[in-house]
């Protein structure tokens, strides 16, 4: 099986075959994804490429001369050529690398599941255009992602300088997408069948400040380049699809406190993803946190005052440089009452090149990993017990997987849980014979218990 995939027009072209098997396809995808999120685009053609890769298969006699009959026509047609794969894996006469052996002019071999090193040839060999929209987000038709979520990228870069992180220093400063640029994806994702869309960027709520908030427009109306009119938008338009919109790297701003009344109205999921990192004031500030001066606590128990079933999720760093037993206990308490519903922890460890390296008081090791696992213990408590509390209720649940029509039952998820990050719903046989489950669609299901991170549901 070959197929040259295209995705546009515009120059550094970059011309790609897919052989193989499916966990080719899918290498081919993570390749394409990549190059695609980095602003290069594909050719159809050898010749209006400015360099091909050739993805091969090595599995019996017949693919191997596919792929080396492949390679030579694109060397013949292109003249630069890069193979990965499984045939580039492969040994040849006297135990030198087979595709080499035959077509020594190719620029790079790879093996398969080898994306990065595929990046780094291809940027060797074809540097990569600079375009900031397009380095956030993948074109829509290259997803990885299965096809009933989807993520939106909203911005890129950063205005804060926390002193752990180096993201502005790769990343530069906060560059808000075009809102109608956002809308319109949104609304292709949501045609194309996405039912749910999670919105992503480094800092949500600070969408558009670097525009001033900007009136764009969407199908010929204005709208503000603002997460709030974002996320009204985004609810009006996921409501006729029934589907899901859900928001991560929400900072406590009080600007935030404005979309609280769209989750309890249903417009968008209750669902908020706020990395924390930590409770005392002393050490947000040692970590110039955004909105560090905040009063979270309070400003938690408003929202829940306003929407009840609004679930949390949030990160935090245990062992912070400086951080002292007394701060640290702040943020089990902290913890405890905010009783954030899914809460994960790193121990503090220094990444090369963060100002928080400098800071004095660097917590041992051992200490910051004590620190870490008191804290996931209390986060595993609280959660637990949240989970447990959903017992006997019937939850909305969008179906991840349903072998054989979810005859022996699936895994989904509720609004409580974000893909890949958060626990699921494991779903049990139909109480009626005649239900099927299929990916991509919604159920209703009573919960019947709680495991772990998970909950465990009877659909009905
Ligand atoms: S951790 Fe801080 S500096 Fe890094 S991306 Fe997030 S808000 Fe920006």
Redesign the pocket.
């Known amino acids: 099986m070959s197929e040259v995939m295209a995705v546009g027009e515009k120059t550094p072209r970059i011309g790609f075959v897919s052989l193989g098997c499916p966990k080719a396809l899918t290498d081919s995808e993570l390749i394409l994804t990549q190059l695609s999120a980095e602003g290069y685009q594909t050719s159809k053609t050898f010749e209006g490429a400015d360099l091909v890769i050739v993805n091969t298969c090595g599995f019996i006699d017949d693919a191997v001369k596919e792929s080396l009959d492949t390679i030579g026509e694109a060397l013949a047609e292109n003249g630069k050529v890069i193979v990965t794969g499984c045939l580039g894996a492969k040994a040849g006469e006297g135990g030198g690398n087979l595709v080499r052996q035959i077509h020594p002019s190719v620029l790079a071999v790879t093996g398969p599941h080898a994306t990065q090193e595929v990046m780094d040839a291809v940027h060797a060999n074809l540097p990569k255009p600079h375009d900031p929209f397009v380095d956030l987000v993948p074109a829509a038709g290259v997803k990885l992602t299965p096809k009933h979520y989807a993520y939106l990228k909203i911005s890129e870069g950063?205005?804060?300088?926390?002193t752990?992180?180096?993201?502005?220093s790769m990343r530069g400063d906060l560059v808000s997408r075009p809102i109608g640029d956002v809308l319109k994806e949104a609304k292709a994702l949501f045609e194309g069948g996405v039912k749910e869309l999670l919105v992503i960027s480094?800092?949500t709520s600070a969408y558009g400040v670097d525009l001033k908030y900007r009136t764009g427009f969407h199908d010929g109306r204005p709208v503000k380049t603002r997460m709030l009119e974002l996320v009204q938008a985004l609810g009006e338009m996921a409501e006729p699809f029934g589907a899901w919109v859900r928001l991560h790297?929400v900072?406590p701003y009080p600007s935030v406190d404005e979309v609280i009344p769209l989750m309890a109205t249903g417009k968008v999921l209750p669902y908020l993803d706020v990395?924390f990192?930590h409770s005392h004031p002393d050490v947000l500030r040692r970590m110039?946190?955004?909105a560090s001066g905040e009063k979270n606590l309070e400003r938690i128990q408003r929202w829940r005052e306003a929407c009840p079933e609004i679930v949390i999720r949030s990160t935090f760093i245990a062992g912070f440089p400086g951080e002292t037993e007394e701060e640290f206990e702040h943020l089990l308490e902290f913890m405890r009452e905010a009783r954030i519903d899914r809460a994960g922890c790193f121990a503090y460890s220094p990444v090369e090149g963060a100002a928080a390296n400098e800071l004095p008081g660097m917590v041992p090791a051992e200490l910051r990993e004590e620190r870490r696992a008191r804290f996931m213990a209390v986060a595993e408590e609280v959660s637990a017990s949240k989970l447990r509390e959903r017992v006997g209720a019937t939850m909305q649940v969008l179906v991840d997987s349903a072998p054989a029509l979810g005859r022996k039952g699936g895994v989904g998820r509720s609004y409580a849980d974000a893909p890949e990050i958060d626990g699921t719903v494991r779903l049990l046989p139909p109480e009626k014979l005649s239900k099927q489950l299929k990916v991509g669609e919604f159920t209703k299901a009573r919960i019947v218990g709680a495991e772990g991170h998970d909950l465990i549901a009877v659909p009905v």
Do not use: E
């Open positions: 950063c205005n804060h300088r926390c752990f992180c180096i993201i502005p480094q800092d790297y900072y990395p990192q110039k946190r955004p």
